[in-house]
């Protein structure tokens, strides 16, 4: 079959590997139908994620039809139409019984950090991705969701990740109804979080972005106010100062490691640089809440931007609160959302390829070119 494939950093490729088949009696293999690029992709694009090694498939976002079915898979059969969360989870361990997938412990084990995912680096158990024709997925009992027959694959395929992610970034950051909230990124995650901010009851939603095309997509998306950092002097005054000088009831980091201008960013084609003085969107966000304030993080961070400024989270009694979002425990309820056309999921897609473009697709989801909000990859057309 054909898939992407990393090839050291900066590098992904469209190359010829065998089919997947059944390892477990609790797999399927899918033919994959749609599969996104993820602003996670990125990460292992620029050789961020540690233990990503050539060859391996990248894809976590994904909907496609059962094409084979282990023996011991009792839900599914084949023909079935599914989407897919992008953590893999056994349904039965300590945390998956708690509904908290995304730390489950038998996907990945041997890991005291992450649950298994498709096609993140053998840091996250080695699995290959749905940025292919066909991928395998294990625990197929647990994961996959039925897509309902009158609804098209692209309406669920966020289901996968940035929605319930989104969702779960506003939940984190215990929005109950009338709060203030600034979100930082206004990526597919940060557009998904504001939209969920204004679903739990939010009073009045900021974004905060340097992309003036990502910025325009929010006001249209997601109706919030917005704040172009590179516009004001001091981003963490100016907002302080939209909210009567005292800054919001809740700060959302969906930017992660790569923020633009700090402390630690990329410099494109040189890897990493570090830079004193400059914050992280984490600083950004515990400087800029209210007292007593939450601050929720959704992005993800590596080893090299652990800084994070504790004394002032104690001093003023933040809340901090992040994890990789367990997506499966909200796909039922987010679902209705999309059925009610409370959310038009599919609205943030401005563009599709076939799996052969797919490098170019990287490029332009990376440099954040001709509009681009979210990509999505069609392998079989
Ligand atoms: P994206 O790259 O499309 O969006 C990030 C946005 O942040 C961009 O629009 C960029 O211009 C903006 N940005 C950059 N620097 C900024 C700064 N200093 N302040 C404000 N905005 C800034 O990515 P995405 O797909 O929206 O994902 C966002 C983050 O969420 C990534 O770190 C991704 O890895 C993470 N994520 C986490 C989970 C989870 O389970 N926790 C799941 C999915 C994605
Ligand atoms: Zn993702
Ligand atoms: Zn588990």
Redesign the pocket.
């Known amino acids: 079959m054909r898939a992407l494939t990393y090839q050291g950093p900066y590098r992904v490729q469209v190359e010829q590997k065998p089919d997947p088949r059944i390892e477990h009696p609790q797999d399927v293999v899918l033919k994959v139908t749609r599969a996104a690029i993820?602003?996670?992709d990125?990460?292992l694009l620029h050789g961020l994620v540690p233990d990503t090694r050539v060859g391996c498939t990248f894809g976590h976002e994904f909907t496609g039809v059962v094409e084979e079915v282990g023996q011991e898979v009792a839900q599914l059969k084949k023909g079935d139409r599914v989407v897919v969360p992008f953590n893999i989870s056994c349904g039965t361990c300590f945390y998956c019984q708690r509904g908290l997938t995304?730390n489950c412990e038998n996907s990945n084990p041997g890991s005291d950090v992450a649950s298994g995912v498709y096609g993140y680096s053998h840091t996250t158990g080695g699995f290959d991705g749905g940025q292919a024709e066909y991928v395998r997925v294990p625990f197929a009992d647990v994961g996959p969701m039925k897509i309902p027959d009158d609804m098209d694959d692209e309406s669920v395929l966020f289901l996968s990740?940035?929605l319930p992610?989104g969702y779960q970034a506003a939940e984190m950051g215990e929005i109950k109804g009338g709060e203030t909230v600034v979100v930082?990124?206004?990526?597919?995650?940060?557009l998904f979080a504001m939209k969920s901010a204004w679903l739990m009851g939010a009073g009045r939603v900021v974004a905060?972005?340097?992309?003036p095309y990502?910025l325009e997509f929010a006001r249209k998306f997601a109706n919030v106010e917005t704040v172009n950092?590179k516009e004001v002097d001091d981003i963490v005054l100016h907002l302080k100062d939209m909210f009567d000088g005292r800054g919001p009831d809740v700060c959302i980091d969906?930017?992660?490691?790569?923020?633009?201008?700090?402390r630690a960013h990329r410099v494109l084609g040189l890897g990493l640089k570090l830079e004193a003085g400059a914050p992280t969107?984490i600083e950004?966000c515990i400087n800029t809440v209210r007292k007593a304030g939450n601050v929720s993080i959704?992005?993800?961070y590596g080893p090299p931007w652990n800084f994070v400024p504790i004394g002032t989270a104690m001093n003023k009694g933040l809340t901090l609160r992040m994890?990789?979002?367990n997506t499966r425990r909200y796909m039922p309820h987010l679902l209705e959302h999309i059925q009610k056309g409370r959310i038009d999921a599919k609205g943030i897609i401005t563009h599709r390829f076939p799996l052969e473009q797919a490098p170019d697709a990287y490029h332009l989801?990376a440099q954040?070119r001709d509009g681009c909000v979210k990509c999505v990859l069609m392998p079989h057309g």
């Not at 930082?184 to 940060?190: E, R």
């Not at 905060?208 to 992309?211: L, M, Y």
């Not at 969906?254 to 700090?262: D, F, L």
């Open positions: 993820c602003g996670s990125l990460h995304g990740d940035i992610t930082f990124g206004a990526g597919p995650v940060g905060v972005d340097h992309v990502r950092f969906a930017v992660g490691m790569e923020a633009e201008g700090s969107v950004w959704i992005g993800v994890n990789q979002a989801f954040k």
